[in-house]
C-alpha cells in the first residue's frame, strides 16, 4: 500500500512562495501510469486539483493556478514537491498530495498552510 506524508511550513507570509513536499513509502515515482497530484481544501470550500506530475514525469496544472504553480519530483528521495508562488490569504488551505494508481487512490493526511497578510 502506497503511503503519503506532507510536509512544510504551517504559516507563510503573503508575496511569499509557499513550499510543500510529499514523501512517498510502499510505491515510486516512476511506477508506469502512476499519477502523483497536488490537491487543496480551503476553508468552508470543496476540493481543488492543483496539478499532477505523471510517472514519465510530464507535468498538468489547473488552468487557474498554472501561473503560479510548480511540480517537482527527487527520485533518489521518493519525494515530490509542491511550489506556489505569490501567495495571498486565499491561498489558505488544507494541502494534499496524492497518487492515483492502477486501480485504488491514496491521500496523505493533508498539511495546513495559512497565509498571513
Known amino acids: 500500500q502506497v503511503q503519503l506524508q506532507e510536509s512544510g511550513p504551517g504559516l507563510v507570509k503573503s508575496s511569499q512562495t509557499l513550499s510543500l513536499s510529499c514523501t512517498v513509502s510502499?510505491?515510486?515515482?516512476?511506477?508506469?501510469?502512476?499519477?502523483w497530484s497536488w490537491i487543496r481544501q480551503p476553508p468552508g470550500k470543496g476540493l481543488e486539483w492543483m496539478g499532477v506530475?505523471?510517472?514519465?514525469?510530464?507535468?498538468y496544472y489547473n488552468p487557474s493556478l498554472k501561473s503560479r504553480t510548480s511540480i517537482s519530483r527527487d527520485t533518489s528521495k521518493n519525494r515530490f514537491s509542491l511550489q506556489l508562488s505569490s501567495v495571498t490569504p486565499e491561498d489558505t488551505a488544507v494541502y494534499h498530495c496524492?497518487?492515483?494508481?492502477?486501480?485504488?487512490?491514496?491521500w496523505g493526511q493533508g498539511t495546513q498552510v495559512t497565509v498571513s497578510s
Open positions: 510502499g510505491g515510486s515515482l516512476t511506477t508506469s501510469y502512476y499519477a
Open positions: 506530475m505523471n510517472y514519465d514525469g510530464n507535468t
Open positions: 496524492a497518487v492515483m494508481a492502477s486501480t485504488n487512490d491514496y
